[in-house]
């Protein structure tokens, strides 16, 4: 298997611009989790999803942030407008639930300048 | 809700030299414990983890830690590292039950390895 998917591995953009980063998890898997990595705020888990369904969003920063599972095989996280305090690496992991592991299997992350 | 505590930001060790990370946790319930790598430009990898059991557990390159659920600590040690051990380990909480796919991560701590 590839692993976990992340697309584009660098962006930068202009405040005020709209930003999508995407997120392919391990097949099979029916976990799937966005996280934001900042020196100043450490891994935060911004939103996570079973089985495409949202089920915790409370680490979701503000409106600006939206995530979406349209199917088992596919994320996107969307900021818009994007703001300078939006940089930092974006993560997507995903899981199997059910077989009592517990472990997330990380993508290589999405670095976001905003400028 | 569930928080975890690494004690040290940064720890300088020499080659072949023994290391212990520290990290505490906070929870009111039972709960599940891991330890993950992230190495420079990379996404994070489980490093170990304990679910039950021995409360001592093992991972194939060396690292070992231990559950200390009186003193709510899970230590992460290694007898001798290597220059390839240089990394950031992540301590991660989650919580039995419906929730235990959610992780709460440490703040990291930057394991520097001199030769």
């Known amino acids: 298997d590839a692993g976990v998917i992340q697309s584009p591995r660098h962006e930068v953009t202009e405040m005020g611009q709209e930003v999508t980063l995407r997120c392919k998890p391990i097949?099979?898997?029916?976990?799937l989790f966005w996280y934001r990595q900042t020196m100043m705020r450490g891994l935060e888990l911004l939103i996570y999803?079973?089985?495409?369904?949202?089920?915790?969003d409370s680490g979701m920063p503000e409106d600006r942030f939206s995530a979406k599972m349209p199917n088992a095989s596919f994320s996107t996280l969307k900021i818009q407008p994007s703001e300078p305090r939006d940089s930092a690496v974006y993560f997507c992991?995903?899981?199997?639930?059910?077989?009592?592991?517990?472990?997330?299997?990380f993508g290589p992350g999405t670095r976001l300048t905003v400028t | 809700a569930q928080s975890v505590t690494q004690l040290d930001s940064q720890v300088p060790v020499f080659e072949e030299a023994p290391v212990e990370l520290r990290c505490n946790y906070s929870?009111?319930?039972?709960?599940?414990l891991f330890w993950y790598v992230q190495y420079p430009n990379q996404g994070l990898q489980l490093l170990l983890k304990?679910?039950?059991?021995?409360?001592l557990v093992e991972s194939i390159n060396g690292f070992e830690a231990e559950f200390n659920k009186s003193q709510t600590s899970f230590h992460l040690r290694k007898p001798s590292v290597h220059i390839s051990d240089t990394a950031e380990y992540f301590c991660?909480?989650?919580?039995?039950?419906?929730?235990?796919?959610?992780?709460?991560f440490g703040q990291g701590t930057r394991l520097t390895i001199n030769p």
């Open positions: 991660a909480v989650s919580e039995l039950g419906q929730g235990a796919q959610k992780l709460v």
């Open positions: 929870s009111s319930v039972s709960v599940y």
């Open positions: 999803f079973n089985n495409n369904v949202p089920i915790d």
């Open positions: 304990y679910l039950s059991g021995s409360t």
């Open positions: 097949s099979g898997h029916d976990y």
């Open positions: 992991a995903s899981s199997l639930g059910g077989h009592g592991t517990y472990e997330q299997y």
